[in-house]
């Protein structure tokens, strides 16, 4: 029986994350068949932008949209604050969603929660 695409991924990131240290990046590559590379390849071609581009913002998009639904992963979000925003991400979307704001006095990085 064939894994599923998504079985394979998971069971990569499972096999990274038991190795890996907790603040390094993790490289995944992944080979698509001959039908998902010439489907990937006609995306980047149609888009003029990488098709790898579109999934990050939309894991990003949705990372945010499930922070902001409870107060409970203010915790979460507290962990990241000091670090610079970086276009497309999950603080920079949170910044443009009025959640945090920037409060950098020139000299370094500091974000704040915006109270309701």
């Known amino acids: 029986m064939k894994k599923t695409l998504a079985s ?3 069971l990569s990131l499972n096999d990274s994350l038991s190795e890996a240290d907790s603040d ?5 590559t992944l080979r ?13 071609e149609l888009l003029r932008l990488p098709v790898s581009t579109l ?5 990003s998009k949705k990372l945010c949209d499930l922070l902001l639904e409870s107060k409970d ?5 507290e962990e990241f604050l000091d670090e ?11 910044e443009k ?16 929660f915006v109270e309701e």
Request: hydrophobic share 40%; charged share 20%; no cysteine.
């Open 8 to 10: 394979k991924i998971k």
């Open 84 to 94: 610079p925003l970086q276009a497309g991400s999950v603080l920079s979307l949170l």
């Open 97 to 112: 969603k009025g959640a945090i704001k920037d409060e950098s006095d020139g000299e370094g990085t500091a974000h704040t």
């Open 32 to 44: 698509p068949n001959e039908d998902v590379g010439a489907m990937i390849s006609a995306l980047n």
């Open 73 to 77: 992963n203010q915790s979460i979000i």
């Open 24 to 28: 390094a990046f993790e490289t995944i």
């Open 55 to 59: 999934f990050v913002d939309e894991v």
